[in-house]
């Protein structure tokens, strides 16, 4: 039996105490933690999940599918408006979440990018879609906040759902959201005597000539409330022009030609390169890890099928080989292999004939797609079925190839470039919405072709 949501107003005096909470059957939530007694309630009332085997995951982000599984169960309360779950054609898989984003459409949402980070704006952006006024009588009267004046986040506010991520009621759009929190937030959904009054502090006024995100001759940008120094911003810009300078050496023999559209062009960059830098950073804070972390904590785990679809959607392919000088010894090693066909013979084989130096780097093989390897290799490992090895010697500028194919799904590091390339999708969502102020009068007065000159020679007294 569907479990109603009853949303009335705000029973004053009354609160869910820690003694009164429901015991969440979660072997990873505690009776003592903060956060239990929200977690029972949302289980109970049929909003959140465990993630499997018994646990709640409290310290896990909150994906987009998530997020719109949580916003379709409450639509479905509120609204009297059933999910429909329907069955999937013969031979399609369907994802867990498809009903829940089907769902959504009917209130003019779509979501995308499911597997990726919710932001609280975009969680709060499916909330809005689904609930009611009815649903959210004001005790609060809010009519503006630091980072948002979104109407729909304001009804939150307002209904005592929400207070922000300080004193000040900072709404911080672009955070993440971990599952203990919105299990906090979806509990006052459920029980209006949770919802809470709440009056924000305002901003502190102007100390020293310095107001709250105000430049000065140490900053060169802000990102929505986190300052760059000169220093950060001025490295990147070192960095950029130093790869630059490099592809030009290594391919043209030639060095950078500075001129202002250059310098502006690196600048540009520098700026992107900070404000990425800055949004991880903060990002690494909220999950309590380290920026080399990052990427694992964000997406911890993936399945089997969903390092599949990666593969197949990036069209990621595994190989090694063994590269020799002439035609004659790649034909025998292929002779070799012939009588002994085993990886173990093959490995055989490379550790004594096989020349190029990155088989020693990478002993799993090479992970790469489309464009990243040189074109007879490419091909030469297309030609192939996972576990098999050329018939005949593939020949590049580089030689001789023998190649043998591997699944990418046994390659130690694929879980890793997978997790990498999730946490870029959740760095570009952000930036794409971040509040990037640049202190141009700094910027422009830095120096840059005399800085990189300083660069480079302190770059080769270090050798």
């Not at 009164?20 to 909003?47: H, I, K, M, N």
């Not at 639509?75 to 031979?91: H, M």
């Not at 929400?162 to 900072?170: I, K, S, V």
């Not at 950029?240 to 250059?262: C, E, G, H, P, V």
Request: glycine fraction near 6%; include cysteine.
């Amino acid at each position: 039996m569907k479990k109603q949501i009853v949303c009335g107003l705000l029973c004053t005096g009354l609160c869910l105490s820690f003694a009164q909470a429901v015991q969440s059957g979660f072997t990873d939530v505690r009776e003592d933690d903060w956060f239990a007694p929200y977690v029972s309630v949302c289980a109970e009332a049929g909003l959140m999940n465990g993630t499997g085997d018994g646990t709640f995951s409290p310290d896990g982000t909150v994906t987009m599918a998530e997020a719109a599984a949580i916003a379709a169960r409450l639509g479905e309360s509120l609204n009297d408006d059933p999910i429909v779950y329907g069955t999937a054609a013969p031979g399609e898989t369907l994802p867990w979440y498809h009903w829940y984003v089907e769902y959504l459409k009917g209130y003019g949402v779509t979501v995308e990018q499911a597997e990726v980070a919710a932001t609280r704006q975009q969680f709060f952006g499916l909330l809005s879609a689904v609930t009611p006024s009815s649903a959210l009588p004001a005790i609060n009267s809010i009519t503006t906040l630091p980072d948002t004046q979104d109407a729909g986040v304001l009804r939150f506010y307002n209904a005592g759902i929400l207070t922000g991520t300080d004193d000040y009621g900072t709404f911080s759009p672009n955070r993440l959201l971990k599952r203990s929190e919105v299990a906090a937030m979806m509990s006052r959904m459920v029980k209006p005597e949770l919802r809470q009054v709440f009056v924000p502090q305002s901003l502190p006024s102007q100390q020293a000539g310095q107001s709250e995100g105000s430049f000065n001759d140490q900053t060169a940008l802000w990102v929505n409330d986190q300052a760059v120094s000169v220093s950060s911003f001025t490295s990147w810009a070192l960095q950029i022009a130093y790869q630059l300078d490099s592809f030009y050496y290594y391919n043209y023999n030639t060095r950078l030609s500075w001129n202002d559209l250059l310098e502006q062009s690196i600048f540009e960059q520098a700026v992107q390169y900070a404000a990425a830098q800055a949004i991880m950073t903060d990002l690494a804070q909220q999950q309590g890890c380290s920026l080399q972390e990052l990427a694992a904590v964000l997406t911890p785990d993936p399945s089997q099928k969903i390092l599949r679809e990666y593969v197949q959607g990036e069209d990621i392919l595994c190989a090694k080989h063994i590269l020799v000088a002439d035609e004659s010894t790649a034909r025998s090693v292929i002779a070799g292999l012939d009588a002994q066909p085993t990886l173990e013979q093959f490995n055989a084989i490379l550790s004594v004939l096989g020349t190029d130096p990155g088989m020693a780097a990478n002993p799993e093989g090479y992970l790469f797609t489309a464009g990243e390897m040189v074109e007879p290799f490419e091909n030469g490992t297309r030609a192939l079925t996972v576990g098999s090895y050329s018939k005949e010697p593939v020949a590049s500028d580089f030689g001789f190839h023998v190649i043998w194919r591997l699944d990418p799904l046994d390659h130690p590091d694929l879980k890793a470039q997978y997790q990498e390339l999730r946490l870029n999708s959740i760095v570009d969502l952000a930036l794409a919405g971040a509040y990037i102020r640049t202190n141009d009068e700094i910027i422009a007065n830095i120096d840059l072709p005399s800085t990189y000159n300083a660069y480079l020679q302190a770059l080769a007294a270090q050798q």
